[in-house]
T-cell receptor, first 113, second 114 residues
């Protein structure tokens, strides 16, 4: 069973609203990445946090932001939601900057109407 | 921004047969190539991975073949079982960067029929 927990599992929001998605990583996992997976596509890298600092970002606008907390939890915030933001949002954590050593959560399914 | 190409998009294999999924990459800085398996309603799970200094890696029924000069790699699933039915993603990453951004392929939906 995965050690990464995401909440909520499903969410419906209206265009223009703001949303916060949450992730709880395994103890000791100080690296967390967030991915967006549109239906029928591979996950797209949003950004990565290491020891509470953003240290890498994909091709996503600034309205996608995040936070990482000392207790190995993290948040993904999306402002001014657009219809195209509808997707599965995945959190992945690892114990350090180890390539590929990620554990993914089951994701939050966000629907923007 | 698709730096990792993957084919086929979908695959149907008889139980006991061999499933083969092919991937190609463009960025020569990539130095780590994982494969992920994703079941409906779940996040991707690391299946097997390879680095470009080896041409083949086998773990149980799963084998990665890697061709560095062609910038191609493939996953072979031997003795495919219905429980292998899932979406498979090849991916690539460059560990030499300051952060570990994993680039995923578009995925292959595998169905293993009895």
């Amino acid at each position: 069973e995965t050690g990464v927990t995401q909440s909520p599992t499903h969410l419906i929001k209206t265009r223009g609203q703001q949303v916060t998605l949450r992730c709880s990583s395994q103890s000791g996992h100080n690296t967390v990445s967030w991915y967006q997976q549109a239906l029928g596509q591979g996950p797209q890298f949003i950004f990565q946090y290491y020891r509470e600092e953003e240290n890498g970002r994909g091709n996503f606008p600034p309205r996608f932001s995040g936070l990482q907390f000392p207790n190995y939890s993290s948040e993904l915030n999306v402002n001014a939601l657009e219809l195209d933001d509808s997707a599965l949002y995945l959190c992945a954590s690892s114990s350090g900057l180890l390539v590929g050593g990620y554990t993914f959560g089951s994701g939050t399914r966000l629907t923007v109407v | 921004q698709q730096q990792v190409k993957q084919s086929p998009q979908s695959l149907i294999v008889q139980k006991g047969g061999i499933s083969i999924i092919n991937c190609a990459y463009e960025n020569t800085a990539f130095d780590y190539f994982p494969w992920y398996q994703q079941f409906p309603g779940k996040g991707p799970a690391l299946l097997i991975a390879i680095r470009p200094d080896v041409s083949e890696k086998k773990e149980g029924r799963f084998t990665i073949s890697f061709n560095k000069s062609a910038k191609q790699f493939s996953l072979h699933i031997m003795d495919s079982q219905p429980g292998d039915s899932a979406t498979y993603f090849c991916a690539a990453s460059s560990g030499g960067t300051s952060y570990d951004k994993v680039i995923f392929g578009p995925g292959t939906s595998l169905s293993v029929i009895p």
